[in-house]
């Protein structure tokens, strides 16, 4: 959010519907930064000229632009209000047969379960019956809603770091039983070659000199040879099965983290494409595939539509049967070129049935570890990066 966001002041109901300029000055932040996409501000700038200045991130200069342009009722803010009501044309067109506040209210509260936010957000907020209490909530919703999609990037990152601790602990661990157990074997080496010292001298002494004493002792040293032996195969089991079990862990663990990496990678890559991307250019080109995202959260969900959206793609959302029909995924499945669904926020049954879905239709689909950003940015990427847009593809994983 910029500082417009502090200027926000609620707005009373018109007669006709809004458009960007009759907003109050508060509001335009949050509107031009939910409602519209990066490649939006890019192309409209593109068409007006604008220039930045070099060295300071340009689409938070275009942001600032558009912002502040917003306020007046020149050709950026008409512009502006011309693509808004075009891409926003579905929410606009079912906002418009509402004619009481509960209606409006109850069609926030569907678009902030569903995670559809951007279209609803202009619709309720440029509808003239659109009262300034709900105005403020929404208001609210879309801020928090920004902070918890950065939440959600900084948890992941700090999740790599604690894993990359327990992993050098978990080494350290290790070296010390290894030098632990080696101690060890060096111990019973020593009482071993003692014993067989002890045996070698005793046979070689005169015959007349063997008598009953010895033989007792040489009876003892064999049968405490045999106990060190049997202690010491015990250890070496042991170890081994300690060594293995570490050695699991340790494989498991560098895994996990090798795939964080990969995925904060990819994501810190895709993003700096998008930020420096020249004109025409798309970091991340879907081709104009449709993608199914089944599960998940739903306060992360809206920035994957953006995502898609800004990416040349479409975005539908199936939450797996937490709200709606696990009978509808048949129908989804159907609409989308490819299914993709986080492992650990979908029911095993939701997982099940997706993948059966998708090999009846022949149609890819791409299981994420996590439902976080990062991992949605990187299935994109290794599942989907270079496969055409067609329902005759071949089902992944």
Same mark, same amino acid.
């Given at each position: 959010?910029?500082?417009?966001?502090?200027?926000?002041?609620?707005?009373?109901?018109?007669?006709?519907?809004?458009?960007?300029?009759?907003?109050?000055?508060?509001?335009h932040?949050?509107?031009?930064?939910?409602?519209?996409?990066?490649?939006?501000?890019?192309?409209?700038?593109r068409k007006?000229?604008?220039?930045?200045?070099?060295?300071?991130?340009?689409?938070?200069?275009?942001?600032?632009?558009?912002?502040?342009?917003? !306020?007046?009722?020149?050709?950026?803010?008409? $512009? *502006?209000?011309? %693509?808004?009501?075009?891409?926003?044309?579905?929410? /606009? =067109? +079912?906002?418009?047969?509402m004619?009481?506040?509960?209606?409006?209210?109850?069609?926030?509260?569907?678009?902030?379960?569903?995670?559809?936010?951007?279209?609803?957000?202009?619709?309720?907020?440029?509808?003239?019956?659109?009262?300034?209490?709900?105005? !403020?909530?929404?208001?609210?919703?879309?801020? $928090? *809603?920004?902070? %918890?999609v950065?939440?959600?990037?900084?948890?992941? /990152? =700090? +999740?790599?770091?604690?894993?990359?601790?327990?992993?050098?602990?978990?080494?350290?661990?290790?070296?010390?039983?290894?030098?632990?157990?080696?101690?060890?074997?060096?111990?019973?080496?020593?009482?071993?070659?003692?014993?067989h010292d002890?045996?070698?001298?005793?046979q070689?002494?005169?015959?007349?000199?063997?008598?009953?004493?010895?033989?007792?002792?040489?009876?003892?040293? /064999?049968a405490?040879?045999?106990?060190?032996?049997?202690?010491?195969?015990?250890?070496?089991?042991?170890t081994?099965?300690?060594?293995?079990?570490?050695?699991?862990?340790?494989?498991?663990?560098?895994?996990?983290?090798?795939?964080?990496?990969?995925?904060?990678?990819?994501?810190?890559?895709?993003?700096?494409?998008?930020?420096?991307?020249?004109?025409?250019?798309?970091?991340?080109?879907?081709?104009?595939?449709?993608?199914?995202?089944?599960?998940?959260?739903?306060?992360?969900?809206?920035?994957l539509?953006?995502?898609?959206?800004?990416?040349?793609?479409?975005?539908?959302?199936?939450?797996?049967?937490?709200?709606?029909?696990?009978?509808?995924?048949?129908?989804?499945?159907?609409?989308?070129?490819?299914v993709?669904?986080?492992?650990?926020?979908?029911?095993?049954?939701?997982?099940n049935?997706v993948?059966?879905?998708?090999?009846?239709?022949?149609?890819?689909?791409?299981?994420?570890?996590t439902?976080?950003?990062?991992s949605?940015?990187?299935?994109?990427?290794?599942?989907?990066?270079?496969q055409?847009?067609?329902?005759?593809?071949?089902?992944?994983?």
């Amino acid at each position: 959010m910029c500082d417009a966001c502090n200027n926000a002041a609620p707005t009373e109901p018109s007669l006709g519907r809004r458009r960007i300029w009759d907003l109050a000055s508060g509001w335009h932040c949050a509107v031009i930064g939910t409602c519209l996409t990066l490649s939006d501000l890019r192309a409209l700038a593109r068409k007006l000229k604008v220039q930045t200045v070099p060295g300071f991130s340009p689409d938070y200069q275009l942001h600032g632009f558009f912002v502040k342009e917003a !306020e007046n009722n020149g050709k950026p803010s008409k $512009m *502006l209000n011309k %693509l808004l009501e075009r891409r926003h044309a579905i929410s /606009i =067109r +079912r906002a418009r047969s509402m004619k009481t506040a509960d209606e409006l209210v109850g069609f926030w509260q569907e678009a902030i379960e569903t995670g559809d936010i951007p279209g609803p957000y202009w619709a309720i907020l440029s509808h003239p019956l659109a009262p300034s209490e709900l105005c !403020e909530r929404m208001f609210a919703d879309v801020h $928090m *809603l920004s902070h %918890l999609v950065g939440a959600s990037n900084r948890a992941d /990152i =700090r +999740r790599l770091q604690d894993l990359e601790e327990h992993v050098d602990l978990l080494n350290a661990q290790l070296q010390r039983q290894r030098q632990h157990h080696q101690r060890k074997l060096n111990e019973k080496d020593t009482v071993i070659a003692e014993l067989h010292d002890k045996l070698r001298t005793a046979q070689e002494l005169p015959r007349p000199a063997r008598d009953v004493p010895i033989t007792d002792n040489l009876g003892a040293m /064999i049968a405490e040879l045999r106990n060190e032996n049997a202690r010491l195969s015990a250890l070496s089991v042991n170890t081994q099965t300690s060594h293995a079990y570490a050695a699991s862990k340790i494989e498991e663990l560098e895994s996990l983290v090798q795939s964080l990496r990969a995925e904060n990678a990819t994501l810190e890559h895709t993003l700096a494409e998008d930020a420096h991307s020249k004109e025409g250019d798309c970091p991340f080109d879907l081709g104009g595939r449709c993608l199914l995202y089944v599960g998940g959260h739903q306060h992360t969900v809206h920035r994957l539509r953006a995502l898609v959206e800004d990416w040349n793609g479409r975005f539908l959302h199936h939450d797996g049967g937490v709200e709606r029909s696990i009978n509808e995924l048949a129908s989804a499945v159907t609409k989308a070129d490819a299914v993709v669904f986080p492992t650990d926020c979908v029911s095993h049954s939701a997982a099940n049935k997706v993948k059966r879905l998708c090999h009846q239709n022949m149609k890819p689909f791409v299981p994420l570890r996590t439902s976080g950003i990062a991992s949605f940015v990187a299935g994109l990427r290794d599942g989907l990066g270079d496969q055409p847009a067609t329902p005759e593809l071949s089902a992944i994983g």
